[in-house]
């Protein structure tokens, strides 16, 4: 079985963002870039199915900068086997790359490959859209298991349990699938050097847009972006009782 | 203009999230109709027509859109979109599940989770985890829309009289089967349209301590939420967590208990109208945002609490 791992390259998750002051955009120069942490649980699933026999290969492909290779590469150290980078230099968070564009070069690419099973993040961090695998689903035709918190692979047979508003659901999809991942799927592994070493040999091919046919003109116009309102901190409290009086007579919530 | 709400539901009830994204519509203005797929809805499709403001009900009751699959939905939703310039669902794992499947069908970049009608073509969304705000434009000639619930009022529930309408179903496409649910059964309030959120985080220490909470919660009505840290830890299921990527709330009173305050978490529960943090440690980033701050033991403070209420 041949696994496609789609992965983005994004601020990293601890870095406390800034919007640019003419509100253009977010800041991104001399900002650490991570991986997707949605991206690193959907690649540590398809190296467990590789390491447990389910799996042959693993791809893993990203559309970004020049740059992107370093997140291909971090996605080999953890255990891919060959990397997909689709260059382009519009914006991959907000008013370029969007998640319909991702899905039409994705499912370029797949028509491709052939893989029979595609893993990817439910999100990414930076625009938050949570769409790219349910339209590449669509595109496709494929059946779709998003929010995944569980993965089962028996042959043919693709068992997935989702993490919906309710609780859990579990379901049986027809094969080939796309999942998307949630955060309770797995914890990723972190690299290890001789790995990140190996990594650095294994195949990496680069391509433009335009050889899979797609572009990247938004639809979606940035007219702005702003910083949200702040809150202030309020007050703090001595005690429970004092705390009690505030919330009924000052706040008048309970 | 015409706008086309994909109702949330479970073919007996409308779900609430469903009304304040009817309520992002009125903001838009026009035509609203509710599409209710499903099977045997015929109770949900009569609540929906009961709702103010809507002019007609479109029902699709098949025995394969029971657990209402994106799969299923999707046709359904492209096949219905020339009568439209909106398409809305709520932005709950059940719209974000759907709704892209139909947008990319219909060749259309949706706009996730927004948080205000600046225009009928333009929309503000929260992005990076909420740490900024974009305002979009789309060029698209058919608008599809997931809507975050806790910025737009809800109608009335009552008082229409809309029309309901069947829409014949085609053959299921059985790409997916559902094998099972489960879900939290519950007396408590639901999460996200709960006045107040009693919620608990790491600090808590475990299962069995999450019983201080839910007597705090039961107390004052509330619903029970949860940092990540308290669901990774399996103190709470997951459908109690409250952030980024577990669900987003906006109570007039949260409670904050033993939880230091990640920005994942924060921006799942900082439009609450009063924020009350209970936590020892008195640098928690919590605090910051917190109105009222108790720097205290929460196994003193919270029985304590919930005592003299």
């Known amino acids: ?254 | 203009m015409s706008i086309l709400i994909v109702a949330e539901h479970d073919n007996t009830n409308i779900k609430s999230a469903t009304l304040s994204t009817i309520g992002a519509a009125m903001q838009i203005g026009g035509d609203i109709d509710i599409l209710v797929a499903g099977s045997n809805c015929d109770e949900a499709a009569s609540a929906a027509a009961q709702i103010a403001g809507i002019s007609k009900i479109i029902k699709a009751d098949a025995p394969h859109l029971e657990h209402q699959s994106a799969e299923e939905l999707a046709p359904i939703i492209v096949d219905l979109a020339s009568n439209y310039s909106h398409i809305l669902t709520p932005a709950t794992t059940f719209g974000k599940n759907i709704l892209p499947r139909a947008a990319a069908l219909l060749d259309v970049q949706q706009i996730s989770d927004i948080i205000s009608v600046e225009s009928p073509d333009t929309f503000k969304r929260p992005v990076y985890a909420g740490n900024a705000i974009a305002t979009v434009r789309s060029s698209d000639s058919i608008k599809l829309i997931t809507v975050r619930t806790t910025t737009f009022d809800a109608p009335n529930a009552s008082g229409g009289n809309a029309s309901v309408e069947d829409y014949s179903v085609g053959k299921a496409l059985n790409l997916s089967k559902f094998v099972k649910q489960e879900f939290s059964v519950s007396e408590r309030p639901e999460l996200t349209s709960a006045k107040i959120v009693v919620s608990g985080g790491r600090g808590v220490g475990s299962k069995e301590n999450f019983k201080i909470i839910e007597a705090l919660a039961d107390k004052l009505g509330a619903a029970i939420g949860a940092s990540r840290a308290a669901v990774d830890a399996e103190f709470v299921p997951n459908d109690y967590q409250v952030g980024q990527t577990g669900k987003i709330v906006a109570p007039d009173l949260y409670i904050a208990i033993g939880i230091s305050g990640a920005i994942q978490h924060l921006a799942g529960m900082k439009d609450s109208k009063v924020i009350v943090a209970i936590n020892k440690d008195e640098d928690a980033p919590i605090f910051s945002i917190a109105d009222y701050g108790l720097v205290a033991d929460l196994f003193d403070v919270v029985p304590e609490l919930e005592g003299k209420l």
């Open chain 1, 1 to 254: 079985m041949k696994i496609f791992v789609p992965i983005k390259r994004v601020v990293d998750y601890n870095v406390k963002i800034r919007v640019k002051s003419d509100g253009s955009a977010v800041e991104l120069a001399n900002v650490k870039m991570s991986i997707n942490p949605f991206d690193e649980i959907a690649i540590e699933e398809a190296v467990r199915l590789k390491e447990s026999g389910k799996a042959s290969e693993i791809i893993v492909v990203t559309i970004g900068p020049e740059k992107a290779q370093e997140q291909i590469r971090t996605a080999m150290a953890i255990g891919a086997d060959r990397g997909i980078l689709v260059k382009t230099d519009a914006p991959i968070d907000l008013g370029g790359v969007e998640p319909l564009g991702v899905a039409k070069t994705l499912k370029a690419l797949i028509e491709k490959e052939k893989p029979d099973l595609v893993i990817m993040g439910k999100q990414s961090i930076d625009d938050d859209s949570n769409q790219s695998g349910q339209m590449l689903a669509a595109l496709l035709g494929w059946a779709q298991g998003t929010f995944a918190s569980k993965l089962d692979i028996d042959g043919d047979k693709i068992t997935v349990t989702r993490e919906v508003d309710g609780g859990l659901e579990t379901l049986e999809l027809s094969s080939p699938a796309i999942i998307t991942t949630d955060l309770r799927l797995n914890e990723p592994r972190y690299a290890k050097l001789p790995d990140i070493m190996k990594a650095k040999k294994k195949q990496l091919d680069i391509i433009e847009p335009s050889e899979l046919g797609v572009d990247y003109t938004a639809r979606l116009e940035i007219i702005n972006v702003s910083e949200p309102e702040q809150r202030s901190a309020g007050i703090k409290v001595a005690s429970v009782d004092a705390l009690i009086d505030k919330l009924k007579n000052e706040a008048k919530v309970i």
